[in-house]
């Protein structure tokens, strides 16, 4: 079983829609989590961490549910510029600094 | 703050001969760790360094590649007798001291072996 699931879509949406991303970990024991964007051949960047009791910055909020051990990134009023692929990254922590990434989910927001 | 910097950005090389990248870390950063993302793959642990220290190797390959992070200088990934399926992007991130969890990755060198 992968570290960490994402189903890779391609999800193809309007501008101004709502999106959402989910994501499973294996890993019980994972501590941190993260999402992160990738533009066509370009690195990661970092979007957002994801914290136990949720956390939103402007129109990106994130989830995390430990018990079900998923996480999700939800979009809002989608632009043009959301278009990438969204990689959520678990961080198991106990193995070291080393973070296990999913093989992402392609976002196009449609004009 | 310069982000953190990989070079060269593509390379090409022949079947059996050596890759040499290189990736230094943002200003401050003494962690570095090594990723390297197949086609249609998701970005896959190599290595994680600190100075003069492998910490972590447990993603690399048992043979033909190495890494290190001198004292002086940028961090190199060294992959021997290259092969196709070496083919890939390696990315290089890097993190503070005191906040290891927070990764900055660098453009990434596209190796391609012909």
Known sequence: ?111 | NAGVMQNPRHLVRRRGQEARLRCSPMKGHSHVYWYRQLPEEGLKFMVYLQKENIIDESGMPKERFSAEFPKEGPSILRIQQVVRGDSAAYFCASSPPDRAYEQYFGPGTRLTVT
């Open chain 1, 1 to 111: 079983r992968k570290e960490v699931e994402q189903d890779p879509g391609p999800f193809n949406v309007p501008e101004g829609a709502t999106v959402a991303f989910n994501c499973t970990y294996s890993n019980s024991a994972s501590q941190s989590f993260f999402w992160y964007r990738q533009d066509c051949r370009k690195e990661p960047k970092l979007l957002m961490s994801v914290y136990s009791s949720g956390n939103e910055d402007g129109r990106f909020t994130a989830q995390l549910n430990r018990a079900s051990q998923y996480i999700s990134l939800l979009i809002r009023d989608s632009k043009l510029s959301d278009s990438a692929t969204y990689l959520c990254v678990v961080n198991p922590k106990q193995t070291g600094n080393q973070f296990y990434f999913g093989t992402g989910t392609s976002l196009t927001v449609i004009p």
